[in-house]
């Protein structure tokens, strides 16, 4: 449902892994997109219909903004083959079960999922077959799921390449408000006042950008449909963790107004072995670039 980098990704992985044969389906409200699907091969059919993508799936992916899940999840509802597994690969775990489990009939499996992997780019042409590859995916299935359902659609995305966990859904939204939302916000605001100051320079910001910034603007590329929905789902993660940057924040603003170096050493160096342990754990690369330029590592996970 959607068909965008992730549910792109997803079905490009099954063909690359054998998991689904010629069964898969996808529903796309827009023309252009469904056109663009069907020129590039993607699925075995795309339809706008989301009743005809789901008729006697045994699997259902949930791949819209976080925002429209209840919506589509009321629609699919009473066409759902019993027995099927319906998961969804939002960014937000508590709204969406919220959303979603009230419409799931009895004897359909929901399994809220969270693949933590993904670009700066949207749309049926980002996705790539290698996108999960040693990326975490997270599960957070609700109280009395069916374990061997949860078991089998874990499975699955190994067979993808993914590491899958499963976590509790109010754990999962405070993790990803830290890893992943407010930097998020943090690379949209720094853009924001680039762009702000990008009118008293005439553009020099633009012109001069380092590494950093390039990083920043890479990361605010993404979609804002998405992140509109992130934050407005997870907001009161988010706010928790903005305040604690924010505490932080005015920490060094002390230290660099005091000229207190040493604290400021001592703090980069406390926080660069941060960097260093995502390496380690294979999460990204230390390459120049971070190896993007070769393609290496696809960052801007959500």
């Known amino acids: 449902m959607g068909l965008g980098l992730i549910a792109g990704s997803m079905s490009l992985a099954m063909r690359q892994a054998g998991l689904a044969g010629r069964g898969r389906r996808a529903m796309q409200r827009s023309a252009d997109t469904r056109a663009t ?22 699997l259902v992916v949930l791949a819209v903004p976080v925002g429209a899940m209840g919506d589509i999840a009321a629609e699919i ?9 319906v998961t969804d690969v939002g960014s ?53 799921a069916d374990r061997a359902q949860v078991d089998r659609l874990a499975g699955m995305i190994r067979a993808m390449g993914a590491n899958v966990e499963d976590m509790d859904a109010a754990h999962h939204d405070l993790v990803l408000a830290v890893t992943s939302h407010t ?31 390039r990083d920043f603007t890479r990361i605010a590329a993404s979609d804002p449909v998405m992140w509109r929905d992130v934050f407005l789902q997870n907001k009161d993660a988010v ?8 505490e932080e924040l005015f920490v060094l603003q002390r230290a660099i107004r005091m000229g207190d170096g040493q604290h400021l050493h001592d703090y980069f160096t406390r926080t660069r072995a941060i960097r260093r342990g995502i390496i380690d754990a294979g999460q990204d690369t230390a ?12 960052a801007d996970e959500t």
């Open 183 to 213: 930097p998020h916000l943090i690379a949209y605001t720094m853009v924001g006042v680039a762009d702000h100051i990008k009118r008293v320079t005439e553009s020099e910001v633009i012109k001069y950008s380092a590494a950093g910034f």
């Open 37 to 58: 699907a069907a020129e590039i091969g993607l699925v075995d059919r795309v339809t706008d219909s989301a009743i005809a993508a789901v008729r006697d799936a045994d």
């Open 239 to 246: 706010l928790d963790i903005l305040g604690r940057f924010t």
């Open 77 to 85: 509802a009473p066409h759902l083959k019993p027995g099927a597994v």
């Open 92 to 144: 937000v775990k508590q709204a969406v079960i919220e959303a979603v489990a009230p419409h799931i009939p009895a004897g359909v499996h929901f399994i809220p999922g969270h693949p933590l992997a993904g670009t700066e780019h949207s749309g049926p042409r980002s996705g790539f077959a290698t996108l999960f590859q040693n990326r975490w995916w997270l599960l957070t299935p609700p109280e009395g």
């Open 287 to 298: 390459a120049p670039d971070f190896g993007r330029g070769g393609g290496a590592a696809k």
